[in-house]
């Protein structure tokens, strides 16, 4: 199994936009077929080091994620978060 990991910090004054697009995400989940599960959790302990969300996807392959990556209904999802993150960090890794 593969785990993409994406971290976000977004602006605070954005939160109901983030809240929509972080919804939207996890929308995917049963619409493209090679996403196996979705996990979205915030961050309950924030001292302004930390990130406040994170979103972990899981694939059966590192195929199916790219696919998913270049899949249009995530890149039309992924459009939302522009203008409303700050910071991005990302990894990619068996589980």
Do not use: P
Request: net charge negative; hydrophobic share 40%; with cysteine.
């Amino acid at each position: 199994m593969i785990k993409h990991i994406v971290l976000w910090n977004y602006k605070k004054e954005k939160e109901k936009e983030m809240n929509i697009f972080l919804e939207k995400l996890e929308g995917l989940y049963g619409i493209i077929d090679e996403i196996k599960n979705i996990e979205i959790r915030r961050n309950i302990n924030n001292n302004g080091k930390n990130f406040d969300v994170i979103f972990m996807v899981t694939f059966c392959t590192i195929e199916d994620m790219k696919k998913y990556m270049t899949d249009t209904r995530h890149l039309e999802v992924a459009k939302l978060c522009t203008d409303v993150v700050t910071d991005r960090v990302t990894i990619d890794c068996e589980e």
